[in-house]
């Protein structure tokens, strides 16, 4: 018969007229600037850079903890090529105490960042991971927007704060390779301290079998 | 009342004849089907001037509504015509308007000559029942032909028009 | 100058301006518009001679002119018709041009 | 009739002694001048007033009928955001095309206003509260309506682009296609009332029988009437499921896609002004104009119970936009020319046989007999090859 369809069209809209004003949980819409949703898990906007130290900080404490080596790997994988960075002359210690080099200028031109986490996945030393941070509108549309390295550097509380699992995975895999690399300094301690009590208790004779090989 | 005119009259009438005047003039031919129905409605005032409602409306409804848009439509299907827009008046263009000039004269001439100063009518009753009464009575052989002659001529009319493929399965 | 004068001349001034157009643009639509004027032209005369002739109840005059108007419709749809089949026949609606009568 | 107490006649006629009362302060030979000009002025700030009621309204109800909120950020519950829109498009540049032909251009929203403002004109709001009570108001309400789409023309034509001439030519066609039922439709009330005066035709059915009103539309050939109307009139003036002009899809904005600003303004409010008049015509026609409709309810005044059912009609064609999927082009026309041409011929033959039949509920059975019997049939004939089965997908599934 002609024209049901378009009844039961009518009656559905009516329904969910009269619904919206019944049942409030159909109205999904959330009035943005005042209620917000919690972002989810792994939401992403921008890279940070992270480092080992207090929340607040200053200057120097946030160089010192900086995990950035200035390997350039990010910069080269960026598609849209917005990362540059200036490496540093001289070294600094990292987590483990060896002195590596670190970016001494660390642009990212976040107009130009298209959020893909290439450079999260290449780091090979866990030091860029993307922030949650979206509300960033300035007035100034070049400068505003090319954020240098001490406005990037965040702590790991923060990234604690916004990916908790990742971060604890992240942490856990540094604190064991911190494990490692201090266990393997130390057996290379005892093999160094035994080599110099052994040459100390004989010099004249010949050099003995070696020792037993240092746990691997 | 300018010399024996009411105002109304004498701005509908400059109306009409500018609208008619921007008909002849104009180059650009969807212009002079726009000053057409300016000329249209012009009339159809007249008409309400003269009391006659029924034939202004139907003047507007007809006219304006239906005659109008044919003839923009005309335009537009026929506008990849040859002639360049420069030369848009025909060849004897003076003869033309000699002719019509000459023919003005002689109807204006002999209306002043013939229509004595007779005193104004009263407005006629004039509903339209009585014109449907009148459709129905004495004018229903007239109303039955125009039927019968606007269904003919509108079938003809798009047959005519009708492009070559549809219609030759007709022969 | 009486209404009824007034309203003729005017008449007389919109069907000469129709057939100066009919007679001097080149285009056949536009000679069709010329002869829609004049046929607008002639309804006026009918609706003045009616309103002021000696009794208007007898409705001759505006049933003439309503008529008159139905006929100009249908006269206009098969002009433009014409023209349009002329226009795809022979991609011109150029008056000069239509000198014979074949195809 | 019940006997209304004089506030209540006071209350009704309150518009019409404002008028007279301000009347009284002119000479003489100036009232009736000034009458008309109250009336125009009234017209002119009443409708549109409506206008920018009904854009909130249809944005907030189309919003809760998708299941969220309409507007609601500018003023208390968005009440204020026709005041935003009006300041926006009135600030906003307001370009020409180049190619644009700039004096049709212009034109065309003008005419458009003009012609729809004009429709008010014999459109009875209340108890002999009508701006021209002409003898033949509903002819001059469809020559007026005829004129509009020479308007839309204009503006397709002038703007010089593809898409807003394909539009106009669209809108064109289809208007001319709907206006004929429109006007069949509509003879049928003339046809019982036995006059073209839009008064007369509200007087005709102000009647009560006990308490129910002898509105048009509580007839087999009046209901029939009153949907092939609006039906027409919502392909009249391109809104819901016939707005093809202007699909937003495919022709951009159809017609009007070359103006901004004001005029694209103008537009919008011509577009509901003429919605807003063949509403009201339909109400004249079907639904007894400013008639009450229950005997014990004729107290309340004649215009309250126009701009009610204006109301209600808006909130349908709101309803409908948010229900219907649009028409395709050849669906229009076939739907035209196929089945509402012939139901309103049809309906003619169904109102000449009720008057003619003796009263009673023979001629009740009689005439719906008839009208559902082709409303199925013509229904069936239209369906015929339509294979509305369920949806097939050819790559989801």
């Given amino acids: 018969m002609l024209g049901e369809g378009i009844l039961k069209g009518l009656g559905e809209t009516a329904k969910n007229f009269a619904g919206s004003f019944v049942s409030k949980e159909r109205l999904t819409t959330v009035q943005y600037p005042e209620e917000r949703i919690a972002p989810i898990e792994n939401t992403r906007d921008f890279p940070f850079l992270v480092y080992d130290g207090a929340e607040d900080a200053d200057e120097a404490a946030k160089l010192a903890g900086l995990r950035c080596v200035a390997c350039q790997i990010c910069e080269k994988e960026c598609p849209p090529k917005c990362i540059y960075i200036v490496k540093s002359t001289d070294k600094k210690p990292d987590y483990v105490g060896k002195p590596q080099i670190y970016p001494a200028r660390f642009d990212i031109d976040i107009s130009v960042c298209m959020s893909c986490q290439i450079c999260v996945e290449v780091c090979p030393f866990e030091a860029i991971k993307m922030d949650t941070e979206f509300e960033l509108s300035t007035t100034d549309r070049f400068g505003g927007l090319l954020f240098d390295r001490d406005h990037l550097a965040r702590s790991n509380q923060h990234y604690h704060k916004i990916h908790p699992t990742e971060a604890a995975e992240v942490d856990a895999r540094l604190a064991e390779e911190k494990a490692k690399v201090e266990a393997k300094a130390k057996a290379a301690a005892e093999a160094a301290a035994a080599k110099a009590a052994a040459a100390s208790a004989a010099p004249p004779v010949v050099k003995p079998a070696p020792a037993k090989e240092p746990g691997a | ?119 104004a009518r009263a407005t006629p009753q004039l509903t339209v029942q009585k014109i449907g009464q009148a459709l129905m009575s004495s004018y229903v052989l007239p109303l039955e032909i125009v039927a019968v002659l606007l269904t003919v001529a509108l079938i003809g009319a798009v047959i005519v028009a009708m492009p070559e493929s549809s219609k030759g399965g007709a022969k | 100058m009486t209404p009824l004068a007034a309203f003729l001349i005017v008449a007389a001034l919109v069907f000469a301006i129709g057939l100066a157009i009919s007679l001097t643009r080149r285009n056949a639509i536009l000679v069709l518009i010329g002869i829609e004027l004049m046929l607008n032209a002639a309804n006026l005369n009918l609706i003045a001679f009616w309103r002021f002739g000696p009794h208007p109840e007898a409705l001759t005059g505006m049933m003439f002119a309503i008529f008159s108007i139905a006929v100009a419709a249908a006269e206009a749809a098969v002009g433009l018709g014409l023209a349009i089949a002329y226009h795809r026949s022979k991609k011109t609606t150029d008056l000069d041009a239509m000198t014979r009568m074949k195809g | 009739m019940t006997v209304i107490s004089p506030f209540w006649t006071n209350l009704d006629q309150i518009f019409v002694l404002l008028q007279q009362w301000i009347e009284s302060f002119f000479p003489l030979w100036l009232q009736p001048a000034v009458g008309s000009v109250l009336g125009v002025v009234a017209i002119v700030a009443a409708f549109p007033g409506i206008f920018a009621l009904t854009t909130v309204l249809e944005r907030k109800g189309l919003g809760r009928m998708q299941n969220r909120l309409g507007p609601n950020r500018v003023g208390p519950l968005g009440i204020l955001q026709p005041v935003a829109d009006g300041i926006k498009s009135l600030t906003k540049e307001d370009i020409v095309p180049l190619t644009a032909d700039a004096a049709v251009h212009f034109l065309a929203p003008v005419v458009l206003v003009i012609a729809v403002f004009l429709g008010f004109a014999v459109l009875p709001i209340g108890r002999n509260m009508v701006l021209a009570n002409l003898d033949a108001g509903l002819l001059f309400f469809f020559a007026i309506g005829a004129s509009t789409e020479l308007s839309i023309f204009m503006a397709g034509w002038s703007s010089r682009n593809k898409y807003s001439l394909l539009g106009a030519m669209r809108a064109v066609a289809q208007m001319i296609s709907y206006e004929v039922p429109l006007l069949l439709s509509s003879v049928v009330a003339v046809m019982i009332t036995g006059s073209l005066s839009t008064v007369k035709i509200v007087e005709a059915q102000s009647g009560f029988t006990g308490i129910f009103p002898h509105w048009y539309v509580f007839t087999p050939w009046g209901f029939a009437g009153f949907t092939l109307f609006v039906i027409a009139a919502l392909a009249e003036t391109n809104r819901s499921p016939f707005d093809l002009p202007e699909g937003e899809s495919e022709l951009v904005a159809g017609y009007f896609t070359e103006y901004s600003g004001f005029k694209f303004a103008l537009f919008f409010l011509g577009e509901y002004l003429g919605m807003f008049s063949i509403a009201g015509f339909a109400i004249t026609l079907f639904l007894g104009g400013w008639g009450a409709p229950l005997s014990v309810l004729s107290f309340i005044p004649s215009w309250a119970w126009f701009f009610a059912k204006l109301f209600c009609a808006i909130c349908f064609f709101i309803w409908l936009r948010g229900t219907l999927p649009r028409l395709r082009q050849d669906q229009l026309m076939n739907f035209a020319w196929k089945f509402m041409l012939p139901m309103s011929l049809l309906n003619l033959l169904v109102a000449a046989a009720w008057r003619f039949l003796p009263e009673g509920p023979s001629r009740w059975v009689v005439c719906s007999a008839v009208l559902l019997a082709a409303y199925v049939l013509l229904g069936r004939v239209l369906m015929r090859h339509q294979h509305l089965g369920a949806r097939s997908y050819r790559y989801a599934d």
């Fill in chain 2, 1 to 119: 009342m300018i010399f024996g005119l009411s105002l109304v009259f004498i701005l509908t009438s400059i109306l009409t004849v500018a609208g008619a005047l921007a008909a002849a003039l104009l180059r650009n031919l969807v212009h002079c089907a726009l000053s057409l129905t300016v000329t249209f409605a012009g009339l159809a005032l007249l008409y309400l001037q003269l009391d006659a409602q029924f034939a202004g409306f139907a003047q507007i409804l007809i006219y304006i509504g239906a005659v109008a848009i044919l003839v923009v439509f005309a335009i537009l299907l026929t506008r990849g015509s040859g002639i360049p827009e420069h030369r848009s008046f025909s060849s004897s263009w003076l003869a033309g308007l000699v002719i019509s000039a000459g023919v003005f004269s002689l109807l204006s001439w002999a209306v002043i000559e013939s229509i004595p100063a007779s005193a």
